[in-house]
Every structure is written in C-alpha cells, then in structure tokens.
C-alpha cells in the first residue's frame, strides 16, 4: 500500500510550489509550459511505458524489480534539489514517471499474485483509499514545506529509501503454485482445455482498458478542476478551495470503502456508478453558488472511489498469473494516460463550449451515455462456448 501511495506523491507533491518555479525560472525561454509539463510528464511517462514494465515483471518477476525501482525513485525524485536547469528538472521529472511505471505495477500485480476473490477485491479497494488519503496529505505537505524554498518539497522523495530495505525484508515472491482456483482463466488454457500456454486475453482486456481511460477523466476531473470553477464563481479563498477538495477526497474514500465492504456485489453496479458520477457533474455544471458545486464534487467523489477498484478488479479478474504482469501494465497505462489527458479534454471542450462549467456538463453527458452502453452490454446474453 505505501509503494502504490509514491506514484501519487509524484503527481501532486510539487503542485503547490510551481509558482515559485515559474518565477524562479521567469527568464529561461518557454517556462511557461515547461513549468506545468513537470508537474504532469511523469504520469505520461508511466502511461507510456506501464505496459513495458509490465512485460519485464512477467519475465524477470516483481520482487527484485520493485524494490529497484523504489531505490532509484529517491535518486531521481531528489535530483532538482541540486539541478540548476528547468529542461534537466524536467528530464528528471521524466525519469521519476519511469521508476512509478515498474513500481504501480508491481505493486498492484503482487496484490493481484497473492490475494484471490472478494479478499484481493478488497485489497484493490484498499489501494484506492490510501492514494485518495496520500494524495491530500501530500498536497498539504507539498504546500507547508514549500513555504521553505520551491526546491524543498523534493526531499520527500527520498522516503522511498526507507521503504525498500522494507520491501527487501518483509515482501515475499509470490510462488506460481500459490495460484488458486480462483485465479483460473475464465477460458480453457488451450483449444481442447489442456496443457498448451494460454495466450494473451488482449481482445477481452481492451474494452477494459478503453473503459479506464475514460474512467480516469472522470476520476480526476474534481482534483484537476474544482479549484478553478471555484474561482469562476468568485470564490478565491485558499483556505475555502482546500477544504473543499479535502471534503470531495473523503467522498472518494468513503466510496471505496463502499466498495471493500460489498465487493461480492459490485461488478453489477458499474452503469449505476457512472450514473452516479454523471448526476455529480451536472450539479457542477449548473452550480451557481460554491455550496452547490461542493455538493456536486462529493456526490461525483462518491462513485468515482468506488469507480477505480470496480474497473481494476475487472481487469484482474481476466488475468492468470503468467500474465497478470502485463495486464496490470496496460490497467495502468490507461488509468494514467487519463490522468495526463484529463485538463486536455476538459480544455478543448470548454473551449467548444464556452466556458469550463458547460464542458464539465458535456463530460456529464458523455458519462451517462458510457453508462447506458455498459448497462446494455451488460445485459447481452453471453454466447454459449463451442
């Protein structure tokens, strides 16, 4: 749980600093965008290669590979404290994404290796609840350390090096004997069921992975957005926009310990759950006062914590061990694919639309459509086996 909590550090810890990066860096051309690209190039890098880490880790096993990438995480992550270049920073920024890329995936493949059944579901649900925790606690670390200098906030990479020895000593390779009935193919193993090596569920796993892309612009649309639609509404308080997004955090939690508590009957509820998140964006849509679009956060919150678990645990339930590595590399390229394109999409449509609101309340439609094709596909009968 604390190594799938540093890739979430990675993406928000420096967020309330890049101010001061911006001025420090006022007179080194093109800051302007290279200043926000440092914030978000890691989870384009761990987008782009997840899947690679994927493969190495069903070839070369996770145990060895995490706590690897634990160690150089703390080199990388702390390397703008002594780097005196925005494009290195940036470079080093990108490196830090490649070390998460190995580490989530990991991470979330060994819970997948030694947990099977409602047990693993809810060990999912619990990764879910600590990044949605880590994440506002690193957002306020973020923002108390900084009032030391821009560079100071980056010491905290540095507590990966007192968890890999932890991870060294405590973390076991999971045997493959340990793979129980649970985890068998939902396919027989080869054309007459026997002994041949089960190929690669790509075309079962897509529709998975294409739904997850989907499923993270919703996921981050609150924790991207909120503070600026706050601010259209003319409300500037830092004091106001933080309580707010730490009160949407909590409905995030409290949906995926929803979701730990009811794993048994979860899958079934996936249309309901983006309907869900769809009625939260229309109420920030059509907020006209800061109480009302705080309403809307918290109720969209509430389904995308139950969202994240719901569509992970769709994608393990695919996956045997030998390729569980690769699966869970391609589940988190999509998830942070959507991640990096999140303000894109958002900012193209407000763009279209005219304002920021009006794209939120076309992600809302778009949402409840997404729910109506799951719901339907859902439905269709499965075709009896050959």
């Known amino acids: 749980m604390a190594g799938s909590c540093l890739p979430i550090l990675g993406a928000v810890l420096i967020a309330p600093v890049l101010p001061r990066i911006q001025d420090h860096f006022a007179a080194t051309p093109g800051a302007d965008a290279l200043v926000p690209v440092a914030l978000t190039i890691p989870a384009l890098a761990l987008a782009l290669l997840a899947p690679f880490a994927g493969v190495l880790i069903d070839r070369l096993g996770r145990h060895r590979l995490l706590v690897g990438a634990t160690v150089a995480y703390a080199f990388v992550g702390t390397a703008p404290l002594w780097l005196d270049s925005l494009g290195a920073i940036v470079a080093s920024r990108a490196l830090v994404g490649v070390t998460e890329a190995v580490i989530m995936t990991c991470c979330t493949t060994l819970i997948g290796d030694y947990w099977s059944g409602r047990t693993r579901d809810r060990y999912l649900a619990l990764q879910t609840i600590c990044a949605a925790v880590s994440a506002t606690a690193f957002f306020a670390i973020g923002g108390a350390v900084g009032s030391a200098g821009w560079r100071a906030p980056f010491w905290a990479y540095a507590v990966s090096l007192l968890l890999a020895p932890l991870m060294a000593t405590v973390l076991r390779p999971a045997p493959k004997a340990a793979v129980t009935a649970a985890d068998a193919p939902a396919e027989p ?185 799951v719901h339907l596909k859902d439905r269709r009968p499965v075709p009896a086996a050959v």
């Open 189 to 373: 193993v080869g054309p007459g069921g026997g002994g041949e090596e089960r190929p690669f569920p790509w075309r079962r796993l897509a529709p998975t992975c294409g739904l997850t892309v989907f499923g993270a612009v919703v996921f981050y649309t609150v924790p991207v957005e909120t503070s600026y639609l706050l601010d259209d509404l003319g409300v500037t308080a830092p004091a106001v926009i933080g309580a707010a997004t730490a009160l949407a955090s909590a409905a995030t939690v409290a949906g995926a310990a929803g979701f730990a508590r009811f794993t048994a009957r979860a899958q079934r509820f996936l249309p309901q759950v983006l309907a869900l998140c769809a009625a939260g964006f229309v109420l920030m849509a059509v907020a006209d006062r800061a109480s009302l679009l705080v309403a809307g956060a918290v109720v969209d919150c509430l389904g995308t914590g139950v969202l994240l678990p719901l569509l992970l645990t769709r994608a393990m339930a695919l996956l045997d061990h030998a390729d569980r590595g690769r699966g869970t590399g391609l589940w988190t390229a999509a998830f942070f694919l959507g991640e990096f394109v999140c303000p894109l999409v958002l900012l193209a449509a407000a763009a279209l639309v005219g304002s920021l609101a009006a794209a939120v309340g076309v992600l809302a439609a778009a949402t409840a459509l997404v729910a109506l094709g």
